[in-house]
């Protein structure tokens, strides 16, 4: 866990650690000039998650956090279900597993049999059907303040950060109100919600009235994953698919993105919306923290 270092990292419960010396490595080469540099890249590396005596996949990831990441995974896929008892989570480092134990038997043989490739990044995987699930999924009427939306907008893209590091990454962020708490990151944007699914399922933290803020597109994976954790609102500084909004039209889920300085586009769950902020009084975003994807 990353303690804080500034205002920017005050309030977070995990934050970005940039300076991991297993997350990123230096690399030689040259610029546009000819000249020698030396720049920090992301490092990839496999685990492979095992629910019981079941291999379920091999995930591509930057290695933080293994144990979040698979019980996250195994959550979202509906492997395991709501109060599905987990009697054990061990992480080898040497062998690059993850076995997830559980009380009772699961459903991983039916979702195995059908699995879908998705848009993500590091190739997403989907087992079972993409919709089961969101027909009983009832996400809270609350109010989502404008005024949090800026507050945490700003906080989050002056945060030290991996992708400010070295780039190549999305980063995904748990925050309540205009308070960021958990903030994942990792090469697939998939596998940065993943983790911070397991640790709401480790910590038993609420859903209800949490905002998810990804840097990445909002893909229907990612409106899936989110309306599956029980979470009301997602929000991106990145733009849209047109099956995301459709899906989160359908589960009445509040879909935000395009969320830069004062500006951002709300294509669904307007209702939840408190203007409680003049745009005016809002600032741009600052160029030098600008993130991949922002108008010059």
């Not at 144990?67 to 061990?90: C, I, P, S, T, W």
């Not at 109010?143 to 992708?163: C, F, G, H, M, W």
Request: glycine letters at 10%; aromatic letters at 6%.
């Amino acid at each position: 866990m990353q303690l804080a270092l500034s205002d920017d990292m005050s309030g977070y419960l995990i934050a970005p650690d940039p300076g991991a010396a297993r997350l990123t490595q230096a690399v030689e080469g040259v610029d546009h000039t000819g000249q020698p540099m030396r720049i920090s890249v992301v490092e990839e590396r496999p685990l492979t998650i095992f629910l019981n005596g079941q291999e379920i996949v091999t995930a591509m990831t930057i290695g933080d956090y293994p144990e979040y990441l698979a019980l996250g995974f195994l959550r979202n896929q509906g492997m395991l279900a709501k109060g599905e008892v987990v009697r054990g989570v061990d992480y080898d480092e040497d062998l690059e597993t993850v076995v997830v134990r559980t009380d009772g038997q699961t459903t991983y043989e039916e979702k195995l049999k059908k699995k879908t490739r998705t848009s993500g990044c590091a190739v997403g995987t989907v087992f079972g059907d993409m919709m089961e699930g969101l027909e009983g999924v009832q996400l809270p009427k609350v109010e989502v303040k404008t005024s949090d939306l800026y507050a945490l907008a700003a906080q989050i893209n002056r945060t030290p950060s991996l992708y400010l590091e070295a780039g190549a990454i999305h980063g995904t962020v748990l925050c309540e109100g205009a308070r960021p708490l958990v903030y994942m990151e990792d090469v697939g944007r998939h596998n940065a919600v993943d983790k911070i699914a397991g640790w709401m399922l480790s910590e038993s933290v609420l859903a209800g009235d949490k905002i998810l803020y990804t840097t990445g597109r909002l893909t229907s994976e990612m409106v899936i994953k989110t309306a599956m954790m029980g979470i009301p609102v997602l929000a991106s500084r990145s733009g849209f698919t047109a099956w995301g909004v459709e899906i989160a039209r359908q589960v009445g889920l509040t879909l935000i993105g395009r969320m830069r300085g004062k500006r951002f586009v709300c294509l669904s769950g307007e209702e939840r919306l408190l203007r409680d902020a003049d745009p005016d009084t809002v600032d741009d975003e600052d160029h030098k923290h600008r993130r991949k994807g922002a108008p010059k």
